[in-house]
């Protein structure tokens, strides 16, 4: 009896992310924020290979990585919601792409400091582009969240990646192998995305 009771009150927490009517996803507040970073392959091939990047370095860049480009997306993304926008955010955004596969094809043989500045560097770009596609009926704080929430999950995706593969591959070179495959990939799409 009282499982039931529980359940009722688990889905009752949840009920602001029930779509009661069609054609919500995407136009409003939270679920256009979470939808925003999965539907282009630039952001989500940046998004994943910080996590990646992560789990490459170990230690605490696994979080510092990860924390490092959320919070200054965030910034981005309050810049673009207001307007205080740099110019030539689409190519900043493509120069991540390239910079983050060449990143990923050395193995993260550069130093953390240097990987941190670079991920920061793409987060307030990627926070731009965040904030200014944001629909104009949506409201900053759930766009913001949805946003956040997926880019988090993103992260942790990549970093499962990279284990899983680490587990599976105990052999280095075959997995260096597999980084510069996924490196020089995300190289030649940001290139192409850089000359369209």
Not at 149 to 162: D, K, N, R, S
């Amino acid at each position: 009896m009282k499982k039931k009771y529980l359940l009722s009150g688990l889905l009752a927490l949840f009920s602001p992310l029930a779509l009661a009517h069609p054609s919500h996803i995407g136009t409003h507040g939270f679920e256009s924020g979470f939808i925003h970073p999965l539907t282009g392959i630039d952001h989500l091939s940046v998004m994943l290979g910080v996590g990646m990047l992560a789990a490459l370095f170990g230690g605490q860049a696994r979080y510092r990585l990860p924390l490092a480009f959320v919070a200054i997306m965030i910034v981005g993304g309050m810049m673009g919601v207001s307007g205080l926008v740099m110019p030539g955010v689409e190519i900043g955004i493509a120069l991540s792409v390239v910079a983050m596969g060449i990143l990923l094809c050395s193995g993260a043989r550069l130093s953390e400091k240097a990987t941190l500045a670079l991920v920061m560097g793409f987060a307030l770009f990627h926070g731009m582009a965040h904030g200014m596609e944001m629909p104009l009926d949506s409201q900053a704080m759930y766009y913001f969240s949805g946003f956040v929430l997926a880019t988090t999950m993103l992260h942790m995706f990549g970093i499962f990646l990279v284990q899983l593969a680490v587990s599976c591959m105990k052999n280095r070179v075959i997995l260096n192998a597999v980084g510069f495959g996924i490196g020089m990939s995300m190289t030649v799409f940001g290139g192409s995305l850089l000359f369209s």
